[in-house]
Nanobody, 127 residues
């Protein structure tokens, strides 16, 4: 059974930083691409970033480019999201997700590309 558990959310002032973590279990972590999404109240879930199996390839959503960095540690079965220069528009529940398919060569950027999801962690940025 696959489990994804996010942590690291919280309340931060605008301009601040947070680092989210997502610990995975249940499948061979290093075989699957991983992604981060977020959802603000009343809005659709939005793609934030994705990372390849090895960590050698990443892709960021337009709204976070240059501010957020996705990374992974396959030895720890964990994916991270370093968030800098936070703004109130970054407020929402952040979810990590694991790809459907092993050995994906194209990083998924839509919710439909991911099979397993964590429960989410709340990030609130105050102005």
């Amino acid at each position: 059974q696959v489990q994804l558990v996010e942590s690291g959310g919280g309340l931060v002032q605008a301009g601040g930083s947070l680092r989210l973590s997502c610990a995975a279990s249940g499948r061979t972590f290093s075989s699957y691409a991983m992604g981060w999404f977020r959802q603000a109240p009343g809005k659709d879930r939005e793609f934030v970033a994705a990372i390849s199996r090895s960590g050698g390839s990443t892709y960021d959503g337009d709204s976070v480019k240059g501010r957020f960095t996705i990374s992974r540690d396959n030895a720890k079965n964990t994916v991270y999201l370093q968030m800098n220069s936070l703004t109130p528009e970054d407020t929402g529940v952040y979810y990590c997700a694991q790809d459907y398919n092993r050995y994906t060569t194209v990083l998924p950027t839509t919710t439909g590309g991911y099979r397993y999801w964590g429960q989410g962690t709340q990030v609130t940025v105050s102005s």
